[in-house]
C-alpha cells in the first residue's frame, strides 16, 4: 500500500472502474495513475469514451474506484463511509459543471449559499461568504436575480462562486466553457485563472477541448481508460539524449 503524497491535492494509484451493464463488464478506467499537488492548474483531456466523465466522478468523491487507491486531501476515498465521503466531497471540492446546475427559482445568493447550509454554517456568516464570493466574480450586482434573469456566462460566474465558497482545496471544472459564447468562455477561464493564482486553489479543468486545455499549466490526456500522456512527467532519458 502506498503512502499519501506530501502537498497532494488528487492522488490516484493504478486506479481502475468497471461496470456490469447486464453481465457484460466494461473497464472504463484501467490503470490510471497521476497526482495533482496543491495550487496545481491541470487539464484532464480526452475525447468522447476515453474514460475522462468516468475519472471526473471519482475525483469528485461520487463514485468509487474498482480497484486502487484514490486520495482526496490526503485521505483514501475507499475507507470512508457514504456519509464521510459526502463530508470530505463539501469541504475539499467545488464543483463547476457546464450545465451550470443552479436551481432556477433560487436567487443567485440562495444558490450560492446552498453548500454553506449543508455544511451547518450559521446563516449571517452564509450571507457574508455568499455575497463576498459573489462580489469576486463580478457579480455584486446581480445578487437577488434568478437564473433565468442573467446570461449564460452570469450564470456560470454564480456556479463558480458557489463552488468556491466552501473554500474548497480543490476546484473541478466539468467542460466548464462548453455552453457558452466565445466571449463569456474567456472570461470564465480568465476568473479560474485568477481565482487558481490568487487564491491557491487547486484547478482541475475536464474536457475534450484541446484550445480550453491548452490554458492549463498542465495537460493529462486520457485515451481507452489509460493516461495516456501527462505534460508532467520527466522526459524520458533516451529521448532527452536524442534531442541534445
Known amino acids: 500500500m502506498s503512502t499519501p503524497t506530501p502537498g497532494a491535492a488528487i492522488e490516484a494509484v493504478d486506479v481502475t472502474r468497471s461496470y456490469d451493464l ?53 485521505r483514501d476515498i475507499g475507507d470512508l463511509s457514504d456519509t464521510d465521503l459526502a463530508a470530505l466531497r463539501n469541504a475539499e471540492i467545488g464543483f463547476v459543471f457546464q450545465s451550470f446546475q443552479l436551481l432556477p427559482r433560487q436567487s443567485a445568493m440562495a444558490n450560492v449559499m446552498l453548500p454553506l447550509v449543508y455544511a451547518g454554517t450559521p446563516r449571517a456568516e452564509r450571507h457574508d461568504r455568499a455575497e463576498a464570493a459573489l462580489r469576486a466574480v463580478n457579480l455584486g450586482h446581480r445578487l437577488d436575480h434568478r437564473p433565468n434573469q442573467m446570461s449564460g456566462g452570469e450564470q456560470q460566474r454564480v ?17 466548464p466553457t462548453g455552453n457558452l459564447d466565445t466571449r463569456n468562455g474567456a472570461e470564465v477561464m480568465r476568473i479560474l485563472e485568477e481565482l487558481n493564482a490568487e487564491r491557491g486553489v487547486a484547478v482541475v479543468l475536464v474536457t475534450h477541448d484541446d484550445e480550453v486545455a491548452g490554458r492549463a499549466r498542465r495537460q493529462v490526456r486520457v485515451r481507452d481508460g489509460l493516461v495516456e500522456s501527462d505534460s508532467a512527467a520527466p522526459t524520458p532519458r533516451h529521448a532527452a539524449e536524442e534531442t541534445a
Open 22 to 74: 447486464g453481465g457484460t463488464v466494461v473497464d472504463a478506467l484501467r490503470g490510471v495513475s497521476f497526482t495533482v499537488s496543491d495550487g496545481e492548474y491541470a487539464a484532464i483531456v480526452g475525447p468522447s469514451g476515453s474514460g475522462k466523465s468516468t475519472l471526473m466522478h471519482l475525483l469528485g468523491c461520487l463514485d468509487r474506484p474498482t480497484s486502487g487507491v484514490l486520495r482526496v486531501g490526503g
Open 159 to 175: 456556479a463558480i462562486a458557489r463552488a468556491l465558497v466552501s473554500r474548497p482545496r480543490i476546484l473541478l471544472a466539468d467542460e
